[in-house]
């Protein structure tokens, strides 16, 4: 069974569907959790690239990006789940319009 290419500018078709889905959600944030997620969505699709590029010019070293960029994703999401988590235990709410605690 032979498997086909997908070519190039499907995979940067998606990464652009979902880099649009992550900015669209940032820019309307209301959530925290929500921002967090979106910013997840944005590093993803700049993953996508990466790796599409990479298969493209037969190189690894978008690869090995991505995997520094998922290590930065994960710092990411644990120190703001942290951060989120610690604010709700003092204000019952992660509505970004309101939060003014780490503030001077």
């Known amino acids: 069974m032979i498997i086909p290419e997908i070519p190039l500018p499907f995979y940067l078709l998606l990464s652009a569907t979902v880099f649009s889905i992550g900015l669209l959600g940032v820019m309307t944030k209301q959530n925290g959790v929500r921002l967090l997620m979106c910013i997840e969505l944005m590093l993803n699709s700049a993953n996508i690239n990466l790796v599409a590029f990479s298969s493209y010019n037969n190189d690894i070293t978008g690869q090995v990006f991505v995997l520094f960029t998922i290590a930065l994703a994960a710092a990411e999401a644990a120190i703001g789940f942290a951060i989120f988590m610690a604010v ?6 992660t509505e970004l319009n309101d939060f003014n605690v780490l503030r001077w």
């Open 88 to 93: 709700y235990r003092m204000k019952n709410r």
